[in-house]
Each structure stands twice: as structure tokens, then as C-alpha cells.
């Protein structure tokens, strides 16, 4: 079975050379960081997540193209694990799609090794196509890797649900423990606060941020769910970084934070959005 796009023609553009027109402009242009993944891929593999926003390319594109510009510096991993958050409250809590994933760049295959086993080893997940099949968080990282690594991609999408902190500690947990033998990247699917003042959303996102710079995933989600912060993707931040730290790393760093304001002009009402790394 191959799942056929949901958001193409509307988050992002349906036709393969607009697309490709669009991901490279994402890299070059304003926002973006100014300069194009070419040539071969690096070879350090230190990256150990990434959190990339998830909103229409228009807004979110730019930013999002600082995330895998560090991934391709980096290095193509052997194995992506991608965790976006459920907006459309179908399915399971914790879902694992086993369908390759088609985008009009081409298909992303299921990786089968990798994703059965985190549905053995995981007592929460569970193979549940339903809860991806309207949702747009995980579609939408697919053509950034597609254009980034261009063949031979495969990955495993996982849709949380249930974003309490027991039910993101359990999967990041199974993901390291997978990470002893296998050669990992987790990437969060993740926008930041939703319709605010820009002002507004850069304090409380900053606030949020102190404790993923402080290597805390217990504390970020405490405080986001404390606060009502509107931060859709917590709960996947929050797994990629328990992952991230049970693999050794030490770092959160910050690559673009910007909103919707920058494009649109305004700034009255904007939604946030953050591309990090966590090395």
C-alpha cells in the first residue's frame, strides 16, 4: 500500500518542478540560510534529532530548510525516524504507518526493519495508518528530505496522539535502545505558538526554549502543558530530545526561529516556528 498525499497542492506545491523550485528558493532566499545542499553528503553523523516546523512552505519553508541543511552537512543516516503530533485526533496514540509514503517527487519507503521493531518493543505504538491519513506534519518533511538526499530514502512516521510525558518517554526511549545497533535520526515535527502577537509568541517560545537548551524534555512539557502554550508538537520535541540524550548528546541549538509575520506583514497575529538541532 502506498499513501497517496494529502496536503500536496496546498501546504505545498503539486507538481514536481514547481516543488523543486519552491525547496530551493526555502533554501536561498530570504529566511533560508543562504545556500543550497550540493555536492555529496557529509560524513560526521553527530546529529542525533532535528526539529523542523510543519506549516505551508510559504511560511514555513525557509526556516525548515535550516534543519536539513544541517542534515545534509551532517550526513545521510541509516535509518529516520520522523514524530509529528495529531491534529485531526484520528487513530491511535502512539501510530505507526507501515505504507510507503508518496509525494510528487517520488516515494519514501516504509522502513520495515526499524518499524516493526518499535511496534515489538513499544507497548503504546501500534501499526494504525488512520491517524495519518488527513494529517499534514509528517507529509510535509518528506520532499525536504527528497530534495536533500534525492534516492533511496525509507523512514518510519510515527503520529502522537497522546503527548503526555510517560507516553514520549516510552518512545524515546525505545528509539535509543534501537539506537545501540542502529544509526538513528529522530526529526520532531514541530510548530511553535499559533495566533499571537509576535511579541507574545517570542516570549513564551523563549521561555519554552530555556529548558531544551538546559537538556530538560520533562520540564518542556511540563511547562508548555502548564502554561497552555500552543506549541502543537511538544510531545515529539520532547521524545526526540529523550532519544537524542540517551544517545549521548548534550547539546540544543537553535538554528532559525522566525513567524508568519516576517512573510505577511503581520504581526498581530503570527504562528511561530523554530529549527533546532540537538547534537
Not at 38 to 53: D, I, T
Not at 87 to 104: F, I, Q, S, Y
Not at 158 to 171: A, G, K, N, R
Request: hydrophobic share 40%; glycine share 10%.
Amino acid at each position: 500500500m502506498t499513501r497517496i498525499p494529502v496536503v500536496a497542492g496546498s501546504f505545498y506545491e503539486g507538481q514536481s518542478d514547481i516543488l523543486l523550485k519552491r525547496l530551493a528558493n526555502s533554501f536561498l532566499k530570504g529566511l533560508g540560510p543562504g545556500k543550497l545542499p550540493e555536492g555529496e553528503p557529509g560524513n560526521s553523523r553527530k546529529l542525533r534529532a532535528l526539529v523542523s516546523p510543519h506549516a505551508g512552505y510559504m511560511y514555513s519553508g525557509m526556516p525548515a530548510a535550516h534543519s536539513y541543511l544541517r542534515l545534509f552537512e551532517d550526513g545521510k543516516p541509516e535509518h529516520i525516524v520522523i514524530l509529528g503530533p495529531n491534529h485531526t485526533g484520528r487513530g491511535g496514540r502512539l501510530a505507526v504507518c507501515d505504507e510507503d509514503w508518496e509525494t510528487p517527487l517520488g516515494t519514501v519507503k516504509y522502513d520495515r526493519q526499524l518499524g516493526q521493531q518499535i511496534v515489538d518493543q513499544n507497548k503504546t505504538a501500534m501499526i494504525d495508518c488512520v491517524a495519518h491519513s488527513a494529517e499534514h506534519s509528517i507529509e510535509v518533511q518528506l520532499p525536504f528530505l527528497q530534495f536533500i538526499f534525492r534516492k533511496g530514502l525509507s523512514f518510519v512516521p510515527v503520529c502522537i496522539s497522546d503527548q503526555s510525558y510517560e507516553v514520549c518517554e516510552s518512545i524515546g526511549n525505545t528509539l535509543a535502545k534501537l539506537g545501540e545497533k542502529m544509526d538513528i535520526l529522530v526529526i520532531a515535527s514541530s510548530d511553535f505558538t499559533h495566533f499571537e502577537t509576535a511579541e507574545s509568541a517570542k516570549k513564551k517560545d523563549n521561555q519554552a526554549l530555556e529548558y531544551l537548551e538546559n537538556m530538560d524534555p520533562e520540564g518542556f512539557l511540563r511547562f508548555v502543558r502548564g502554561h497552555g502554550l500552543s506549541i502543537c508538537g511538544a510531545g515529539p520535541i520532547a521524545a526526540a530530545m529523550i532519544f537524542a540524550i540517551q544517545r549521548g548528546a548534550t547539546e540544543f541549538k537553535v538554528l532559525k526561529y522566525t513567524n508568519s509575520g516576517e512573510v505577511t506583514g503581520d504581526k498581530g497575529h503570527v504562528v511561530a516556528y523554530c529549527a533546532a538541532e540537538i547534537l
